[in-house]
């Protein structure tokens, strides 16, 4: 019983293509999240969403653009890729209510590699 | 906007010996704080979290962490490591807010143990 899940696991494209990655999360949770992991190993949330409504978006180029269909789904789709793109990318979701307190949940990751 | 702090970036201990992890935050109000930690090519796993109440809080695998508001510090700690310890913790802190909430990272600090 995976609680978050990406697919894939990893993805090695070239340079100007377009791609997404998936996640979906089976806790029932009404937040979920995107982090980026960079190859020092440090990790930057980029976008959070709240029943389907964008909450956080951080510096992050116009290129990556998020979509929720639904409470359960956040996926990352990323227009013209980029050398610099290529980092793991981590899905997690939370409950908002007392969010503060509840824990996020991470997903196993995709790696991205472009080339 | 909060911080995290980890000092050591590469720590490396003996099967058996004790451990500390160092972590110092900026937050101006009382924060959240959570360890995770990251097994090689896995995702994040929670391993404890301190929200208010006792500043000694227990977690999984063993591990426990003093919150010292004196020092602004949330150290981990574990009395016996095990092989299967090694891997990569974050501390962070979570920031409630109204209609938002985010985890701020550190920059990790990898464990290596010997056998």
């Known amino acids: 019983d995976t609680a978050v899940s990406q697919t894939p696991k990893y993805l090695v494209t070239q340079m100007g293509n377009d791609k997404s990655i998936k996640c979906e999360q089976n806790l029932g949770h009404d937040t979920m999240y995107w982090y980026k992991q960079d190859s020092k190993k440090f990790l930057k949330i980029m976008f959070s969403y709240n029943n389907k409504e964008l909450i956080i978006n951080e510096t992050v180029p116009n290129r990556f653009s998020p979509k929720s269909p639904d409470k359960a789904h956040l996926n990352l789709h990323i227009n013209s890729l980029e050398l610099g793109d290529s980092a793991v990318y981590f899905c997690?979701?939370?409950?908002?209510?007392?969010?503060?307190?509840?824990?996020?949940?991470f997903g196993p990751g995709t790696r991205l590699t472009v080339l | 906007a909060q911080s995290v702090t980890q000092p050591d970036i590469h720590i490396t201990v003996s099967e058996g010996a004790s451990l500390e992890l160092r972590c110092n935050y900026s937050?101006?109000?009382?924060?959240?704080l959570f360890w995770y930690v990251q097994s090689p090519g896995q995702g994040l796993q929670l391993l404890l979290k301190y929200f208010s109440g006792d500043t000694l809080v227990q977690g999984i695998k063993g591990f426990e962490a003093e919150f010292k508001r004196s020092q602004s510090s949330f150290n981990l700690r574990k009395p016996s490591v095990h092989w299967s310890d090694a891997a990569e913790y974050f501390c962070?802190?979570?920031?409630?807010?109204?209609?938002?909430?985010?985890?701020?990272f550190g920059k990790g600090t990898k464990l290596s143990v010997i056998p």
């Open positions: 997690a979701s939370s409950f908002m209510e007392l969010a503060g307190e509840n824990e996020q949940f």
């Open positions: 962070a802190v979570g920031a409630p807010g109204a209609g938002s909430y985010q985890l701020t």
């Open positions: 937050y101006g109000a009382t924060p959240y």
